[in-house]
């Protein structure tokens, strides 16, 4: 086998992964007059808090919502990216989160209109 090969995909894993998806949700704190902003001023403590229950909840266990420090595009916050699918969602209140779990974390699919493209550097709306 190709060693690059393996060292794109990563080493064979022994058995399945504990957790199958990690939500890393932003929760970093900058001073007011940051140019960037910052996630936490956004409510993304409590709202990452609500996540974790709502999860919890709909015994969704082998996924882990995490707090994050910066995730580097508080700009475009409150974001949150989940793994290991690597998509990176804005968010704003409950029922954002609620679409996320149901729709991506449970359903399989994107939630369009809170996606955070690559390119983008202001939020959408």
């Not at 029922?95 to 779990?101: G, Q, R, T, V, Y």
């Amino acid at each position: 086998m190709n060693t690059a090969s393996v060292a794109a995909r990563g080493p064979e894993r022994p058995e399945p992964p504990f957790f199958t998806r990690h939500v890393f949700v932003c929760v970093n704190e900058r001073p007011a007059e940051h140019p960037k902003g910052c996630c936490k001023a956004k409510d993304s403590e409590r709202l990452r808090n609500y996540m974790k229950a709502r999860a919890k909840a709909l015994g969704l266990d082998t996924v882990r919502v995490n707090a994050a420090l910066c995730l580097d595009r508080c700009a475009l916050g409150p974001t949150m990216v989940i793994y290991p699918e690597g998509v990176w969602y804005t968010y704003r209140n409950e029922a954002d989160l609620d679409e996320i779990l149901t729709t991506h974390v449970i359903g399989g699919r994107l939630v369009e209109r809170l996606l955070l493209r690559n390119e983008q550097t202001v939020p959408a709306d």
